[in-house]
């Protein structure tokens, strides 16, 4: 039986986190666990405390997951020390960063992102004397590089000494959730109630490391999968809030005209930075590039301009 592996958004920002020959290891690692996530060829260990939460060692680093009928969620990599294994919050040290290319690539803002972990919708509140503390560590360029923040926001993070000074910084929320996450660990179990993502193959997780790959594709609730199959004989209009997963249920209906062997579908968005992100999702969900399958990903306003250079 080959076990499907899903992540959460702090398994991601800590993975950029560590160093490089590390986050090798990573990929191999979770190629055991699709197989033998029980007992990870003799080196899993179950934590005390926790249902069906696991971890194994890559050297001075533990990758915690748990486990689910069919599936393993990766939770966290992080690396040990002797509260690794505790609920509290573990000590943290400076990174040991890596070499990555100078080039970093662009986001956008409005890409989906979870809550910072010391804000009030992160951490229900918790933790709040920790904003007025120092920080764990100098946030210096070479961290901030292999963390994949855009080299923009270095000069503002660069003069921040506390956390709450961090939270008022104008940065988008999915940089400073990877600040945070990795000055700040979150516990194992609330981690365990964090969405989840998709992961398609191991070596997906070199390309994110790398910067290739930015986005990995949300998976769908119980309720969301029943709206793949909802109207297949006209239009469908589904209504909800930012983050909710509109956009991702989307891309998995374009899956199923697909499969259905629709030849000619049109995916439209409003920025060329979504039209990018929603390429790379959708290469995940179809298995190679979209123009294969008859896709197009683009922006209502290269559409109007099309129109109007042809007429």
């Given at each position: 039986?080959?076990?499907?592996?899903?992540?959460?958004?702090?398994?991601?920002?800590?993975?950029?986190?560590?160093?490089?020959?590390?986050?090798?290891?990573?990929?191999?690692?979770?190629?055991?666990?699709?197989?033998?996530?029980?007992?990870?060829?003799?080196?899993?260990?179950?934590?005390?405390?926790?249902?069906?939460?696991?971890?194994?060692?890559?050297?001075?680093?533990?990758?915690?997951?748990?486990?689910?009928?069919?599936?393993?969620?990766?939770?966290?990599?992080?690396?040990?020390?002797?509260?690794?294994?505790?609920?509290?919050?573990?000590?943290?040290?400076?990174?040991?960063?890596?070499?990555?290319?100078?080039?970093?690539?662009?986001?956008?803002?409005?890409?989906?992102?979870?809550?910072?972990?010391?804000?009030?919708?992160?951490?229900?509140?918790?933790?709040?004397?920790?904003?007025?503390?120092?920080?764990?560590?100098?946030?210096?360029?070479?961290?901030?590089?292999?963390?994949?923040?855009?080299?923009?926001?270095?000069?503002?993070?660069?003069?921040?000494?506390?956390?709450?000074?961090?939270?008022?910084?104008?940065?988008?929320?999915?940089?400073?959730?990877?600040?945070?996450?990795?000055?700040?660990?979150?516990?194992?179990?609330?981690?365990?109630?964090?969405?989840?993502?998709?992961?398609?193959?191991?070596?997906?997780?070199?390309?994110?490391?790398?910067?290739?790959?930015?986005?990995?594709?949300?998976?769908?609730?119980?309720?969301?999968?029943?709206?793949?199959?909802?109207?297949?004989?006209?239009?469908?209009?589904?209504?909800?809030?930012?983050?909710?997963?509109?956009?991702?249920?989307?891309?998995?209906?374009?899956?199923?005209?697909?499969?259905?062997?629709?030849?000619?579908?049109?995916?439209t968005t409003y920025t060329n930075a979504l039209?990018?992100?929603?390429?790379?999702?959708?290469?995940?969900?179809?298995?190679?590039?979209?123009?294969?399958?008859?896709?197009?990903?683009?922006?209502?306003?290269?559409i109007a301009r099309r129109y109007f250079l042809t007429t």
């Amino acid at each position: 039986m080959t076990f499907s592996i899903t992540l959460t958004p702090t398994f991601l920002n800590e993975l950029i986190g560590i160093p490089q020959n590390v986050s090798k290891r990573v990929s191999r690692s979770i190629k055991i666990l699709e197989r033998d996530p029980i007992s990870a060829e003799g080196d899993a260990k179950k934590l005390k405390g926790h249902k069906d939460v696991y971890r194994i060692r890559i050297g001075d680093y533990r990758l915690f997951y748990a486990i689910g009928t069919g599936w393993v969620k990766l939770l966290s990599v992080r690396k040990r020390d002797e509260r690794t294994y505790e609920i509290e919050i573990p000590d943290v040290v400076a990174p040991e960063t890596s070499p990555l290319p100078q080039n970093l690539p662009s986001y956008d803002s409005s890409l989906p992102s979870p809550p910072s972990p010391l804000s009030q919708k992160g951490r229900g509140g918790e933790r709040e004397e920790t904003k007025d503390e120092g920080l764990p560590f100098a946030l210096t360029e070479e961290i901030l590089r292999q963390w994949q923040i855009p080299s923009s926001y270095w000069a503002a993070i660069a003069k921040v000494t506390t956390a709450e000074a961090l939270l008022e910084l104008d940065v988008p929320d999915r940089f400073l959730n990877v600040i945070l996450d990795n000055l700040y660990p979150r516990p194992i179990e609330e981690i365990e109630r964090q969405p989840e993502f998709v992961l398609k193959q191991p070596e997906d997780l070199d390309r994110y490391f790398a910067g290739d790959l930015s986005a990995f594709l949300l998976k769908l609730s119980d309720e969301q999968e029943k709206l793949i199959q909802f109207g297949n004989n006209g239009t469908v209009l589904i209504k909800g809030g930012p983050g909710t997963g509109k956009s991702t249920l989307a891309l998995y209906r374009i899956k199923k005209l697909v499969d259905q062997g629709c030849t000619s579908i049109l995916f439209t968005t409003y920025t060329n930075a979504l039209v990018s992100y929603s390429e790379q999702l959708l290469e995940q969900l179809l298995g190679c590039p979209v123009d294969q399958k008859g896709v197009e990903v683009t922006t209502i306003d290269s559409i109007a301009r099309r129109y109007f250079l042809t007429t």
